[in-house]
């Protein structure tokens, strides 16, 4: 549990002036910041209101007061005792989740705010908990243990700023709520940016018995089992092995590179086994940004930086499954029969072990757009979409007014990742993950790409044992007829 909480003194004010300009009783939205066990302490980067639902409501109003509240509120004065204030937690949890795939490596969904009187703010705690509680589930902190988030209360009249540490314990009451110091200082200007452009290549077996059978389920365990085995690397900063309790100096942006342990293959001694029916090959790579505090340990950037890259491909997963759900009727969507291509997001639906048809897909790649005292945040974008209409969805989720000059934004990945699904007659190919790839196209080199090479039945393990015996039958022979020549030779 953090004891205290610094927000940034230039976002403060800022909210301060847009809540008392705006003259509503109530808002509610996301804080964004970190939490730090190491220094014991909570930062504020922003506070980003939440937009109005679908039918153009707020996602917080109050209930149980006179029809007058808004007014009332907006003269500065108190509104009935009985009031409270009504969240719509679902809305506020979807919000929450799109923005935090928008985060890169050190800036997190840290809690929520809520600018409203202290009557409806006691009246409603349990309520806010819950709504705490709802974004803690909707953009978790990953690879961190952290059981508490921040609720913020803004109240006016006298406008004051209160922060609260908010249990997300199973069972919630009033005492999940404990008090914690609030004060401003100037903390984005002490971040440390950290940049990372990591190349992977996952190669992950298909199991003929497994539970997992689509492509979306084996892909997210791969990633699961990558993101451990990411945990342990050794990083290079700036050329240099990192030691873990380094600090580094203010100024400039600092490359770091990862050194993955060697593991052999797993997959290749499994071939000859009948119960894999296949491989799949995931490979490419991610750009990743990191801010860390100049005061904790460089130990502290590299994970934040191993924690976006991960999160990173997973939200790529998870855009693309969106589109999927919203496209599930689209002509998009479809089986071309005269080719046997399957293209767009339902590649993701397939069942693997029953898949005999050429499947291609391209995935989202990430851009990058300034934010805060030279930071910047991420954004997705699609082959099909424009970088305006990222421009436009990112300044509607931020709540900010983008800046007209696209050449602040950073595509550091200035290929669309790519997805091929393909079938393969001899098993013996698994040894080989590329084969199935033309060797006279490179649209794909610099790419991500997930290949699939899959088994077409249970005897195509055997013509390579055969055509391995008849290689070295070959070899024998050309010996011995070698050294029968030789002889003959030698006797004449």
Known sequence: MVKVVVGEESQVKLAE???????????????????????????????????????????????????DDRKTASKGKSLPHSSALFIDKDWLAEHARQVGRMLVGGVKVVGIYVWTNESSFKNSTITLCQAAKAVAEAAPLLEVDWDERLLVHIGYSPLRWTCRNCSLAPHITSGNLRPCDFKMGKILSTRQAFRCTYDFDLRLPIYQCSSSKRLVDILHHGISIHAKELKGAKALVDGKLANEDEQFDLGGVHDVEFLLPFMEDKYLEVCSQKEITGLLVFSGSVCSYAYSNSKEPSSQALADIKEDIIKSLRSRLDIMCDEADRKSDSKEDRTE?????????????????????????????????????????????????????????????????????????????????????????????????????????????????????????????????FDFMIAVLVLVVSVVVGFVVFFVRSSS
């Open 17 to 67: 002036k847009r809540l008392s300009k705006s003259g509503v009783p109530c808002q509610v939205g996301l804080v964004i910041g970190n939490l730090s066990g190491k220094l014991d302490r909570g930062f504020i980067f922003d506070l980003i209101p939440t937009p109005l639902n679908d039918n153009g409501e707020p996602a917080c109003s109050i209930i149980g007061g006179a029809k």
């Open 337 to 465: 029969e005269s080719n046997q291509i399957l293209s767009g997001s339902a590649v993701l639906q397939l069942d693997l072990q029953l898949q005999r048809k050429h499947c291609s897909m391209s995935f989202p790649r990430r851009v990058f757009l300034p934010w805060l005292a030279d930071t910047f945040l991420c954004d997705y974008i699609q082959p099909s979409e424009s970088v305006e209409v990222l421009v436009d969805h990112f300044a509607e989720l931020m709540s900010l007014e983008f800046p007209s000059i696209s050449s602040k934004i950073l595509e550091p990945e200035a290929e669309d990742p790519a997805l091929v699904l393909s079938t393969t007659k001899s098993f013996r190919e698994v040894s080989t993950p590329y084969a199935l790839l033309p060797k006279s196209d490179d649209s794909l080199s610099n790419q991500n790409r997930v290949a699939t090479i899959l088994r077409s039945d249970q005897k195509s393990t055997n013509p390579a044992g």
